[in-house]
T-cell receptor, first 115, second 113 residues
Framework: NAGVTQTPKFQVLKTGQSMTLQCAQDMNHEYMSWYRQDPGMGLRLIHYSVGAGITDQGEVPNGYNVSRSTTEDFPLRLLSAAPSQTSVYFCASRSQGARYQETQYFGPGTRLLVL | DQQVKQNSPSLSVQEGRISILNCDYTNSMFDYFLWYKKYPAEGPTFLISISSIKDKNEDGRFTVFLNKSAKHLSLHIVPSQPGDSAVYFC????????????WGAGTKLIIKP
């Protein structure tokens, strides 16, 4: 059981370049989300999805797009990378029916450096 | 303005002793609190949680205490073991926020042999 997988593990971009961070889960979870973690700060929610075809913004959505065409995949797109998007990105998933977050599973993270 | 604060960036504890990690919050609407543990190059993993209707929850070596009047919670680890060395995040959610989590900045716990 792979759980939540993220690719790539590490990426260097130049300002203005675009890229997609991939996230996949094999637990049939309805709810998926993207967080970023910056030094000295907690994880902050970027976007989330409660099911295929449904997405919504989190706390820090600017500069990022998401889509959810399947239950398994939830890619995060940076259309024009900026140095402020240098961060570690975590994807997570959980069963939508769970009120509480114990069942939220995180991927290993993608470290992104924008020059 | 951070709604969940972990004021100690790091904490060093002798193996076998008690580790106490603290967390303060400002939003009185928070009704559920969680602690996550994170090792380097891995995602956070759930550790223990507590509902606002309780003031204590225990799971093996881990106990979380909640003081609602002080808007403060703490995680106690007894006894501390080398494998407990990690970053610990406090997180909170409110029923009216679609259960989205608000995270503290984390405390790096170092267990010394």
């Amino acid at each position: 059981n792979a759980g939540v997988t993220q690719t790539p593990k590490f990426q260097v971009l130049k300002t203005g370049q675009s890229m997609t961070l991939q996230c996949a889960q094999d637990m049939n979870h309805e709810y998926m989300s993207w967080y970023r973690q910056d030094p000295g700060m907690g994880l902050r929610l970027i976007h989330y999805s409660v099911g295929a075809g449904i997405t919504d913004q989190g706390e820090v959505p600017n500069g990022y797009n998401v889509s959810r065409s399947t239950t398994e995949d939830f890619p995060l797109r940076l259309l024009s990378a900026a140095p402020s998007q240098t961060s570690v990105y975590f994807c997570a998933s959980r069963s939508q029916g769970a009120r509480y977050q114990e069942t939220q599973y995180f991927g290993p993270g993608t470290r992104l450096l924008v020059l | 303005d951070q709604q969940v604060k972990q004021n100690s960036p790091s904490l060093s504890v002798q193996e076998g002793r008690i580790s106490i990690l603290n967390c303060d919050y400002t939003n009185s609407m928070f009704d559920y609190f969680l602690w996550y543990k994170k090792y380097p190059a891995e995602g956070p993993t759930f550790l223990i949680s507590i509902s606002s209707i309780k003031d204590k929850n225990e799971d093996g070596r881990f106990t979380v205490f909640l003081n609602k009047s002080a808007k403060h919670l703490s995680l106690h680890i007894v006894p501390s073991q080398p494998g407990d060395s990690a970053v610990y995040f406090c997180a909170a959610s409110a029923m009216d926020s679609n259960y989205q989590l608000i995270w503290g900045a984390g405390t790096k716990l170092i267990i010394k042999p």
